[in-house]
């Protein structure tokens, strides 16, 4: 919790002094959160696919046709 406050301060910091972002700091940037999501997916990936098939598994069957 410590570390990303330091990090958020250190990243409002290091933005606000310059008028516009570089396109290395947008690269690495997108390179942070393709880490990231790469982490979450592959720590979560099997979990994530039970959730959306015990989602799909309760749906009716008969594809919505149903009176309302």
Not at 15 to 25: D, K, M, R, V
Not at 37 to 63: Q, R, V
Request: hydrophobic letters at 55%; glycine letters at 8%.
């Amino acid at each position: 919790m410590i570390k990303t406050v330091v990090w958020t301060a250190w990243l409002k910091d290091r933005f606000s002094q310059e008028q516009g972002a570089g396109l290395a700091e947008y690269a690495l940037l997108l390179f942070v959160v393709a880490v990231a999501a790469a982490t979450i997916i592959t720590a979560f990936g099997a979990d994530i696919i039970a959730a959306f098939s015990d989602a799909t598994d309760s749906l009716p069957s008969d594809g919505g046709a149903g009176t309302p």
